[in-house]
């Protein structure tokens, strides 16, 4: 079974320009969760998704937004981007059956912002 | 809020040896996750812990819950190099929820 794909892998962006990533869960799974990666601030929440719907929101900014489509498959998109946004943006997915699936994390995209 | 505090934050070690990484949490969860990352890769799955007493063993690591302490350790057994990496604990604190809130992280190197 194909793993949790992520889409791009490495970007270069300037300050104030938008982006969007793209994030292909494990088939079956319906669950896609957002994370940033810094080394100041670790490995943080950013929201997840269920059957299309929003279930779950980190304390970031609403220049960060997210959606899901009916296969599953997950954007995420940060607008007027900041050099602070720069990050690892990772991806996990999970089936969400007893609850208590562990999520499983794509290779994520490394964002550079200039 | 939810806190997770893993230490130590450095750990250097022999090959052959045995250490303790810990991780505390601050409030009630049900699970209890470990992940391994490598330089530059993502996050791999190495342990889920659901209950109290819980013990799972992979290899030379064996990860326990205590969740009366809200306490987790990951020991490592007989350290060999290709253990070096970051080793990362994360918690849920909402039943159903899938927010894993992550401790900052321990990076591990094993010195021939």
């Known amino acids: 079974k194909a793993g949790v794909t992520q889409t791009p892998r490495y970007l270069i962006k300037t300050r104030g320009q938008q982006v969007t990533l793209s994030c292909s869960p494990i088939?079956?799974?319906?669950?896609v969760s957002w994370y940033q990666q810094t080394p100041g601030q670790g490995l943080q929440f950013l929201f997840e998704?269920?059957?299309?719907?929003?279930?779950n929101k980190g304390n970031f900014p609403g220049r960060f937004s997210g959606r899901q489509f009916s296969n599953s498959r997950s954007e995420m998109n940060v607008s007027t981007l900041e050099l602070g946004d720069s990050a690892l943006y990772l991806c996990?997915?999970?089936?969400?059956?007893?609850?208590?699936?562990?999520?499983?994390f794509g290779p994520g995209t490394r964002l550079l912002v200039l | 809020e939810l806190k997770v505090e893993q230490n130590p934050l450095f750990l250097s070690m022999q090959e052959g040896k045995n250490y303790t990484i810990y991780c505390n949490y601050s409030?009630?969860?049900?699970?209890l996750y470990w992940y391994r990352q490598d330089p530059g890769k993502s996050l791999e799955s190495l342990f889920v812990l659901l209950s109290n007493g819980a013990v799972k063993q992979e290899g030379r690591l064996m990860a326990s819950l205590d969740t009366k302490a809200r306490l987790s350790t990951l020991h490592i057994t007989a350290a060999v190099h290709d253990l070096s990496a970051t080793y990362f604990c994360a918690v849920v604190p909402i039943q159903g929820a899938q927010k894993l809130v992550f401790g900052q992280g321990t990076r591990l190197t094993i010195n021939p």
């Open positions: 998704y269920f059957s299309e719907t929003q279930r």
């Open positions: 088939s079956g799974h319906r669950s």
């Open positions: 409030t009630t969860s049900d699970r």
């Open positions: 996990a997915s999970s089936l969400i059956t007893g609850g208590k699936e562990t999520q499983y």
